[in-house]
């Protein structure tokens, strides 16, 4: 049984680190928009336009990063059986029609970023997303088809913590 507390916090961890990224891309652009190079000779120069342009893109991406730490850390600690409806929280597995198994943690944001916990790699994945929305309300057992680009995939949850 996996410790949820660790789990979020190995979630939080990745997020701290996507945001610090984002951190250094935006001082990055502000530094090239506000570089005396930057100063537009004339009319068609843009190059100092466009880089203020993307400083403001990459503050609003620091933003984003916020907002998907706070949600995490305010997300209920759910305690998942095999008999309990998979809901946000959830750390579901499941195996394709080819045998494979993925993992994935159901939060409220920041779907698609990878974490490793111990010595699992799940992905983090959104309600909205057409494989999250999918798995809601379903249980250990429950089997579900989904077509994903264009091509039907045969899903069955194996495990829900």
Avoid: W
């Avoid at 004339?42 to 730490?69: M, N, P």
């Avoid at 995939?153 to 495990?159: G, L, P, T």
């Amino acid at each position: 049984m996996i410790n949820k507390e660790a789990l979020l916090d190995s979630i939080i961890d990745e997020l701290r680190k996507i945001h610090q990224l984002a951190l250094d891309a935006t001082q990055r652009a502000i530094d090239q928009a506000t570089d005396k190079e930057a100063i537009a000779r004339s009319k068609y120069e843009t190059f100092g336009l466009e880089a203020s342009y993307l400083a403001h893109g990459q503050a609003v991406r620091v933003s984003e990063c916020e907002a998907d730490i706070l949600a995490y850390r305010k997300l209920p600690r759910l305690v998942y059986t095999e008999n309990s409806s998979i809901n946000q929280g959830a750390l579901v597995t499941l195996v394709n029609q080819d045998d494979v198994e993925s993992t994935f943690f159901i939060g409220p944001s920041a779907g698609g970023v990878k974490v490793a916990h111990q010595d699992l790699v799940f992905s983090l994945i959104t309600p909205s997303a057409p494989l999250g929305k999918a798995m809601i309300g379903q249980q250990v057992g429950d089997e579900f088809e989904l077509n994903l680009a264009g091509k039907k995939q045969q899903y069955e949850i194996i495990d829900v913590q």
